[in-house]
Every structure is written in C-alpha cells, then in structure tokens.
C-alpha cells in the first residue's frame, strides 16, 4: 500500500506517544504515573454538567453550524472582551472539535507548499507537525539561555523576512510554562508591524492557568488584531479535555476560510458540548481560582524537589502546569549497559526502570530537556520524583 507524502512527512506525536506506552504497561500491571498529559486532573465544574444534561434532555441533537452556534460565538465574543481586551464580532469566531483542529484548520487554510512559518522553540509538538503536513517552510528560533524560554527582539527581527507568512506561538507555553508580560510582547509587535504580511497566530489554552499574573493578548496590542488569530478553549481552563471544544478569533477572511476547512473536515463541533460552553465561558473566570492556586502549590513542590537532583537545571515556570529541566548532563551514563544518548533514551529508562513516563523534549524542538506535567495530584508528584531521583543516582 501507499501512503500519502503528507502521511510520511508526519511524525506521531511524542506525547501521545509516551502516553501510549505508558497505558501498555499499566495493563501489565505495572505501577506507573504517567506525567506526560496536558490533562487536569480535577473534575469539570457541576454548573458546567449540568447544563450539558439539560441540553440533552432538550434534544440538542441535531447537526450545529459548521462555525458554532450563534449564542455561543456571541459568549466567545464577549469573553473576549472581558478578558483580553479584543472586539471580534461573532462571524470572526470559529468554533472547532479542539482548539488542534482549530490549528490545523488555520495551516491548512493559510500555507501553501513552500510557504515560509517561523516557531520559536521549545514549541507545541503539534505546531511543527501541522505545517509538516502542508509541506510548509519551517524556521526555528532557539530561545537564548537564561531568557525564561522567551525569544528577544532581535531574534524576531533576525527570523522574519518579507516570506514568512506565519509566526505560531503559545503563552503561557506548552512546554515551558513562560509567559510573555505586556511589555514583552509590545517590543515583538514592533518587529511584526513591520512585516504586515506575516499573520500571528496567538495560541492561549492555558491563559487562566498564569501565576505571574502578566498574561495579556498580543492582539490587544494597537494594530496587532487585524493580523493575529487569537487561538483557544475550555480543555485546561476548565478541565473539558474529552469535550473536545476549541475557537478562534481572527479577521473574517480568515474565520470564512477556516469554516470552508471545517466544513468539509468536522462539520460544526459536537452539539452538547458547544451548550455546556456557553455556560462555561459566561461563568466569572475567578471560578477558576481554586485550580490554578493549586498547579501553583504542585509547581512549588516540584521545584524544591529538583533543587536536590544534582545536575538538573530547570527554569521556574510562569504558567501552564508543565516544568522543562535541562537533562543532558546524563547523556552519555548508563543504567545496566544501556547507554542514555539522549533524551529520548532516557526518557524510556525512566518508564522501564524508574515506572516513572515524561516525555523528551526533542518532539519540543528542544532536545537536552524533558517535559514534565505536574497535573497530577501531590502525592504522586513526590513519589515520581523519588523515583527519578533513584533512578538518576544510579548511573553509571
């Protein structure tokens, strides 16, 4: 059989992938905490539940628009407002099964073969396989040493050129947890205003999940809306990660071409959840409060037991619920003659050995660190981390 190019060109993702075998060895029966998920683990808030019951006793069955009901997009659009400081009206937003299928639907819509797209790394690892599916130009930017994982003006200014077509980012960042202040992304909308041609795309699914407190959206910045496309959803705020529910803000060329995509993909995302976020994203965001204090409490934990690894070094995230540590200093150590080459390998000793799955930081763009998710309960975080630590002890 053959497969497409666009198949071969994709990689399955690291995390799921980890995620996977870890599943495998737990049916074994074997005792492994998985900290690889960017899945909360607390319950979806009752008032949430109860209005997806409601909407299924009221028969919310039918196929929805393929762009989202109307009363939801007009909640998105004032969510917005309240939140961001941004004026999308209703026909700007496009509701999607995820803000992935969001991503992939604005890629697909924007980049032709060829077509140059700029991530500044450690990056989302579906970003970079997305725009390997369309065969688009990719070009990194390495985030300096020491910068808390955010890139500076003048790698912006040194990345962009009259080609790029396309800079994709996430604050707070899926892996590393930064989040760029107001101040910060003001100096990279100096840059970009002077490429028009190249169209942000502002990923910000963990935006309630920001414990500096310095969270604002890059289209909030003057002249910035007009050539950005606000991604996000309720799968971390809210802890909806089954329900499958992502949107965007962007200009309307946009939002009709995305819904041309989606049309012709999905079709409108699922009806219940699409009811259950309308209540979801009307609820004032201090429901959320009681979930972000405590990622901050387990980021808090895990910090102070890195502190004691010897030869981790691992910046202090300001968001999201994941850590990055710099691991490289066992590359080359062995466990039992198997030789720890990267990160990949290492990461595989610690599941097999250790029972402990994070995930490398290679799919990351970032190959000398692991991804470590803390969206898991104290206990389990202690244990892991004795685990590792064990583990790292005894190398050889």
Same mark, same amino acid.
């Given at each position: ?18 995620? !996977? !075998? ?144 396309? =800079? ?29 041609? #190249? ?58 071409? #995305? ?35 405590? =990622? ?16 981790? !070094? ?83």
């Amino acid at each position: 059989m053959q497969l497409s190019d666009a198949l071969l060109r994709l990689k399955e993702s690291s995390t799921l992938a980890m995620a !996977r !075998r870890s599943r495998e060895l737990k049916a074994r029966g074997l005792d492994i905490i998985d900290l690889c998920l960017g899945e909360p683990d607390f319950d979806v808030p009752d008032f949430i539940k109860d209005a997806a019951i409601e909407a299924i006793n009221e028969n919310w069955s039918k196929y929805p628009p393929v762009n989202g009901f109307l009363d939801l997009r007009e909640a998105i659009s004032n969510k917005f407002h309240r939140d961001n400081g941004l004026n999308y009206s209703p026909d700007q937003i496009v509701v999607s099964t995820g803000a992935k299928q969001s991503l992939f639907n604005i890629v697909f819509s924007l980049l032709s073969t060829g077509d140059e797209a700029i991530l500044p790394a450690p990056y989302w690892v579906t970003y970079y396989e997305q725009l390997h599916v369309v065969d688009a130009s990719i070009k990194v930017i390495e985030t300096l040493p020491g910068n808390n994982s955010k890139i500076t003006p003048d790698q912006l200014s040194d990345a962009l050129t009259e080609k790029s077509k396309l =800079f994709i980012f996430s604050s707070p960042c899926n892996p590393t947890g930064a989040v760029y202040s107001k101040a910060e992304l003001e100096s990279l909308a100096v840059v970009f205003r002077k490429y028009p041609d #190249c169209i942000v795309v502002s990923d910000e699914i963990y935006e309630h999940i920001d414990m500096s407190g310095k969270f604002c959206s890059i289209a909030s910045l003057d002249g910035m809306q007009e050539r950005t496309i606000t991604v996000n959803g309720l799968s971390k705020a809210f802890a909806m990660t089954g329900w499958r529910l992502g949107y965007i803000g962007a200009p309307l060329a946009i939002a009709k071409a #995305c819904t041309k995509v989606q049309g012709q993909c999905t079709s409108g995302a699922n009806a219940i959840a699409q009811r259950a976020a309308l209540v979801a994203l009307q609820a004032d965001p201090s429901v959320i409060a009681p979930m972000r204090e405590k =990622f901050k409490e387990r980021r808090e934990l895990l910090m102070k037991a890195l502190e004691d690894i010897e030869g981790i !070094r691992c910046e202090k995230p300001d968001g999201a619920f994941y850590l990055m540590p710099d691991v490289s200093t066992y590359f080359g150590k062995s466990f039992n003659g198997k030789r720890i080459n990267n990160a990949g390998d290492l990461c595989t000793l610690l599941l097999e050995e250790a029972h402990v799955a994070v995930v490398s930081g290679e799919g990351f763009g970032s190959p000398n660190h692991i991804r470590i998710s803390y969206a898991t309960s104290n206990e389990l975080l202690t244990e892991a981390l004795a685990r590792i630590s064990k583990f790292l002890n005894e190398l050889e």
